[in-house]
């Protein structure tokens, strides 16, 4: 793209959050597009046009409104019982859940908004 090198710089547009939900034990992993900055400008918008494009290759995961600031892309929910943790072990089990549930699907959200970028 122009003015890329080789692949956008996504750590100024989008952002990767992880939301604890106790009444559903549930762990929600969401990936989107971050508010608009003066370092953010043009991908942003690049990223708001692409969407149509981005979100299928998501699947189930896909979110399915749009925030007018934050923009939701993908969202999972994870099954996460904290009281099936001891005080020794919580942060070997939240390590191995990241590790297990979310590092892959950030990494293949990544992959595909620089590929879809590139087109």
């Known amino acids: 793209m122009e003015g890329w090198s080789s692949a956008p710089d996504l750590t100024k547009t989008t952002g990767m959050a992880l939301r604890f939900y106790e009444q559903t034990s549930t ?12 370092h953010n400008v043009v991908l942003r918008e690049k990223l708001r046009a692409r969407i149509p494009e981005i979100q299928p290759e998501f699947g189930n995961n896909a ?3 749009r925030g007018k600031n934050h923009i939701g892309l993908f969202s999972k929910k994870i099954k996460f019982d904290p009281l099936t943790c001891t005080e020794e072990n919580v942060e ?28």
Do not use: C, D, M
Not at 27 to 38: C, R
Not at 92 to 119: C, F, W, Y
């Open 27 to 38: 762990l929600q992993f969401g990936f989107g597009i971050g508010p608009e900055s003066e």
């Open 63 to 65: 979110v399915k409104s």
């Open 92 to 119: 070997q089990e939240v390590e191995k859940l990241i590790k297990t549930e979310v590092v892959g699907e950030a990494n293949h959200i990544q992959s595909v908004i620089k590929r879809i970028l590139a087109l």
